[in-house]
Each structure stands twice: as C-alpha cells, then as structure tokens.
C-alpha cells in the first residue's frame, strides 16, 4: 500500500479546506486479503494526538489448483501421470492431500504420493502424481476418482478432481469388424483373447433380435483355454436365398465367460449382398394392333416384395393418344402372387390415321419404389 501525497501542509488561511490522500494497493502475487493501518501526526501550529486509519485490501486472485488435466487415461498394468501446482502464491505452506472417495474406492488404482506440499517460494513449480492400474481379472474397463483437498496458507477451502479410466486389456481380436456375404453363399471371421486368461473361456456366438433369419452361423460358442487363447478360431456365417430384393442385415454378438473374460463382449455386423433385383417383368415391350382391335401384355414382379405394390399405367400427358386405351389404369401385387402375372388388355378406336402410344409403369411401396416399365404401342 502507497499514500499520496505523504504529508500535509495547512495554513492559518486554509486550514479548513479538505485535502485529499489516495490510497493505492499494488498488485501482489498471492491470493489473500491484505490490512494495514495509516497513521496520522501533526507538528508546528496544533498540538494533537496521533490518528489511525484501518484499511482493507480485496485480493482480485482467487486460490486454486492447476491441474494438467482433469481426466486420465490408464492402460490395465500402466502408468500416467499428472501434475499440480498452485494458481496463486500462499500466505504460507500448503499440504494438498489426495485420496478416492470412501464410497467409491477403487482397488485396482493406485497414485503416488498422496500428498503433495507447496512453500512460497516453489507454489508455482508443478510436482507430478502418478496413476497405476494393476491387471484384474475381468474384461471390464474400471474408473476412479482422485480428490485433491488442500490445507494452509489461505488455501483451506481449495479442492480439485481428477476422473481416472482404465482401459482393460482382456478382450477379443476379430479379423473384422462387418462382414459381407452373398445371397446363398458365406463368409467367415476369425476369433481369438487378447491376452492369456486364468481359466478356460466360453464365446457365446448369438444373433442380436433385429437380425435377419436368413443368416445362420455354424457356431453358437468357442472355447478357449490357457494354452490355445491366443490361436484364431473360425466362425463361418451363411445367407440364405430368399425370394424378395430386400437387402438383409444382421449383427453377430459375442459374450465371454470365465478365466477373467467376464462382462467382455463385441459385434459382427453382417450385410447380404442380394442377388434378387425389384423390377417388373412384362411380357411384351412393344405391342401393334390393328384399327378397332385388342392387344394383351402382362406383367408380374422379379422378386417378393416386403409388402404390397401397386403398379400405375398410364399415357405420358404430353404424348397421349386418345384414340388408345387400357382396361386397367393399375395391378395390385402381394407378398402371395408377386410372381402370378396379371394381364392389361390395349384397345385402338377405328380412326383415318395410323398412330403410336407409350405406357407407362410405375411401381410403388414394397420395397418397388424405383421400379418402372415400359410398353410402346403401334396403331
């Protein structure tokens, strides 16, 4: 703290004006509130008794923990460290101790050393705390809390928090992680651990429930043990021939059991390649038919359908031919008698001229939203 000016002249003529004293606070590197005290005394014209003054500085720092991060990785059997240091300089020392929640401890992570003590001299000066995680015997990622609480030298009321994950290494190496197979055909995977267990291991192979039935595994489970967990065991996945175009999805879920592999699990997606297209099959692409007379053509669908599907016949508006018509303007097709075709009978009117018509086919719904067709007609 600073005064200005440092003294005070009064005259016989002015000694009653104010005059006026500031009072600066510099800026300091600690955190605390700072006090003091201005003291006044006269000499030459008055005799009085010293005056004091009590002043009040407000720190504009806050206390806290610099951490290097706030969250940290560990691999099971390794080590990661972080480090701490204090925001501001303390009044005096400080101890900042560090410990897990007593409802949430976690064994298998460990930190040395547990507490760190900063002067004020070296509070700014990072000092390292390193994380370990030891091997468990499950196969699941574990995590853990290290609270950071901090006494003395006007940082009693500072705590920090570090959120610590361990990544296990028990697991599966798959050769791949999706999968394609053909319509009637298959593919294959490979399996095996990541690391040697402590007692023999089932992989329960299963189809998740939104899977398609037309893939079919030839194993439902693998076992390995501590003397083949790490050779690779083939599963073999097979699609089956179905007769709609509807592209077939599923994913293969594997879950461990036993020897330390427990709550281990990962997928297989499987996508079919189809080999049935959704189209419209029409007996005839073009028709000729005499003034006054009929034609027929039919159609039916490639491939089932997922549901029903209605086809549209029609004349493009800019080109229709009035003088040729249909008996049908659609055909509705299911998942029964896609396959059963069903015939559109052309009439011509007896007019002068000879003449041309176009029909067209669209398809809707049942997975034939992109499905058309044509007939080209000759009068």
């Known amino acids: 703290m600073t005064l200005s000016p440092a003294s005070l002249t009064f005259s016989t003529t002015d000694w009653s004006t104010t ?31 010293n005056v004091t ?34 925001k501001n300089m303390p009044s005096a020392n400080v101890t900042v101790a560090l410990m897990q929640p007593s409802n949430s401890t976690n064994n298998d992570v460990s ?24 091997d468990d015997d499950d196969g699941a990622d574990d995590t853990a809390t290290i609270e950071l609480t901090a006494s003395g ?29 053909n319509e009637n055909n298959n593919a294959t995977f490979t399996v095996k651990l990541t690391s040697e267990p402590s007692d023999d291991v089932t992989v329960t192979l299963t189809r998740t429930a939104a899977s398609s039935t037309d893939v079919t595994l ?33 994913t293969i879920k594997l879950t461990a059991a036993g020897g330390g592999y427990d709550n281990v699990e990962s997928r297989v997606s499987v996508t079919v390649r189809e080999n049935d297209s959704a189209g419209l099959e029409i007996s005839e692409s073009s028709l000729n038919i005499n003034e006054d007379d009929t034609a027929t053509f039919t159609v039916k669908l490639t491939s089932e359908p997922t549901a029903t599907v209605k086809v549209t016949l029609a004349q493009p508006s800019a080109t229709a031919n009035d003088d ?41 719904g049942g997975g034939y939203d992109s499905a058309t067709g044509r007939v080209a007609i000759s009068v």
């Open 153 to 181: 030298g006007n940082y009693a009321s500072v705590t920090g928090r570090v959120s610590v994950r361990v990544t296990d290494d028990d697991g599966f190496e798959l050769s791949v992680s999706s999968l394609e197979v």
């Open 218 to 250: 030839d194993e439902t489970s693998l076992t390995f043990t501590t003397g083949n967990w790490n050779r690779i065991q083939t599963v073999t996945v097979s699609a089956a021939d179905d007769a709609d175009a509807e592209v077939d999805t599923a």
């Open 19 to 49: 005059q006026s004293v500031t009072v600066t606070a510099a800026e300091d590197a600690d955190a605390a509130d700072d006090t003091d005290t201005i003291t006044l005394s006269a000499s030459g014209g008055i005799t009085a008794s």
């Open 324 to 364: 040729v018509t249909l008996d049908k303007t659609s055909l509705t097709f299911t998942t029964g008698n896609w396959n059963t075709a069903q015939t559109v009978t052309v009439s011509a009117d007896d007019d002068a001229d000879d003449g041309t018509a176009t029909i067209n086919l669209t398809a809707a």
């Open 53 to 86: 003054k009590a002043v009040s500085i407000t720190d504009d720092e806050t206390e806290g923990l610099v951490l290097s991060t706030a969250s940290l990785g560990v691999d099971e059997e390794g080590d990661e460290d972080f480090t701490v240091k204090l």
């Open 111 to 134: 930190f040395t050393p547990t507490s760190l003590d900063f002067t004020t001299t070296d509070w700014n000066t990072a000092q390292t705390v390193r994380v370990s995680a030891v």
